[in-house]
């Protein structure tokens, strides 16, 4: 272990203007780290009452040239608790991480092959030191551990999409597998889709979706920080959920695999009803709430289930935010029992400290959580969940409730998720010890 090898400073306001609201927080942040040079700066908020042209103005003034990202969410993460109104900002510094960052405006246009890009653009971005990143390296070739150099890469990537609206989907699918065909698809990538007050989405009220990138604001955007370090890590995803044995397949989708129409043969609302043991009529009657609190689930093929939040009533069928495939074995998934779901925190540390072999505590903890996990968990519970991870960490956990969990297992590819914690962790130890 080591002291002092990444410095992590925290800011949050809840200040109502927001140009006075971004500058306490950034200031804070960077007092933190006590005069040294943030390498990235991560910035979210969430409320009506935040302008995003405001928090830029203060952002430029602090962070005066250096890197930060970050954008609108449904809330946001400080300490222990979630936050409806806010802003939160982390800034990093240390001499083992380098970030290389790219954003793009319209990405709706062509997904896959701008997320290609940017990536790519990202990767050519990274400026490092050609002492120290080149002994690092050495160090970890000189080791002889080959095996740790290949499951644990020097390289991750903090990616920040545009979440649904109705209007455009967020097609975060496509950005992974983009990102993944470029740089290959083993090196970790962690983020989420940013949004706003989730309850604009079942109302029917207009939205926007605000990204930020270093002074340039976007409205339909991707931001990818890809990372090279010198200094251990580790991430993982969890939801809790356990399926209610109701097993069937995807048998028809439309609309690109967005709309589901069909499962196991049956009309989907016709094979929800029969399996959850109510009437199509009651079903149909609550449709948001019983897709909500049983939504479905397909393997990823690592023995883990990803969740994709409730479906919307289209005419074709049942609405998600990320495409599902014909063929795909499908579970009725259960998220009504708060005690289960809290059997998440377990499963990430459990897999964090296999990764890792042995425990280790975090000098910075970035959590994902879903929108619609915050609505499903009773505030205790909520609190409870937040409060146990931010026991776990040298300094306060950060971030953000997102409309979609962009993560994967220790070691195992990247994937969308839906009701899930998502956690990033950095520690104050090198790779090469």
Not at 71 to 88: K, L
């Amino acid at each position: 272990m080591g002291k002092g090898l990444i410095t992590t400073g925290l800011g949050f306001s809840k200040e109502d203007d927001s140009y006075k609201a971004a500058k306490e927080a950034a200031t804070t942040a960077l007092k933190e780290l006590k005069g040294k040079a943030p390498k990235l700066s991560l910035v979210f908020y969430a409320g009506k009452k935040y302008k995003a042209e405001q928090i830029n103005k203060a952002l430029m003034e602090v962070f005066k040239g250096t890197e930060f990202i970050g954008g609108s969410t449904d809330a946001v993460i400080y300490r222990d608790s979630i936050f409806a109104e806010g802003i939160v900002i982390a800034s990093l510094s240390s001499d083992y991480l380098h970030f290389g960052v790219a954003s793009v405006d319209n990405v709706s246009k062509n997904p896959k092959k701008i997320a290609m890009e940017t990536i790519e653009s990202a990767v050519q971005k990274i400026q490092l030191d050609k002492y120290i990143d080149s002994y690092m390296a050495f160090s970890r070739v000189k080791k002889g551990n080959l095996t740790e150099l290949i499951r644990i890469p020097s390289f991750f990537v903090f990616a920040l999409t545009r979440g649904y609206q109705p209007t455009k989907m967020g097609n975060e699918d496509l950005i992974i597998d983009g990102i993944g065909q470029k740089i290959g698809y083993y090196i970790p990538i962690f983020g989420g889709s940013l949004g706003a007050d989730m309850d604009n989405v079942f109302n029917n009220t207009p939205y926007e979706i605000i990204s930020f990138h270093s002074g340039k604001i976007m409205k339909d955007g991707l931001v990818l920080a890809f990372a090279c370090t010198g200094l251990s890590y580790a991430n993982s995803i969890a939801h809790g959920a356990q399926p209610k044995n109701n097993l069937g397949y995807i048998s028809e989708v439309t609309e690109g695999g967005f709309v589901v129409a069909k499962i196991s043969g049956k009309p989907i609302l016709d094979w929800y009803a029969e399996n959850l043991k109510i009437t199509k009529q009651e079903f149909t009657k609550k449709l948001l709430f019983y897709t909500q609190k049983y939504p479905l689930g397909f393997p990823d093929g690592y023995g883990n289930i990803v969740m994709r939040a409730g479906g919307v009533p289209h005419p074709k069928g049942l609405a998600y935010i990320a495409p599902l495939k014909e063929n795909t074995p499908i579970y009725i998934m259960n998220v009504e029992d708060n005690q289960q779901l809290l059997q998440s925190n377990k499963e990430l540390l459990a897999d964090i400290d296999q990764h890792l072999n042995g425990k280790m505590t975090p000098a910075m903890s970035f959590v994902v959580s879903c929108s619609s996990r915050r609505r499903i968990l009773d505030p205790v519970s909520s609190k409870k969940e937040l409060t146990e991870l931010n026991k776990l960490s040298e300094t306060p956990i950060f971030g953000f409730c997102s409309f979609g969990e962009i993560g994967s297992k220790p070691a195992e590819t990247c994937h969308f998720h839906h009701l899930c914690t998502d956690v990033f962790n950095i520690y104050n130890k090198l790779l090469s010890k």
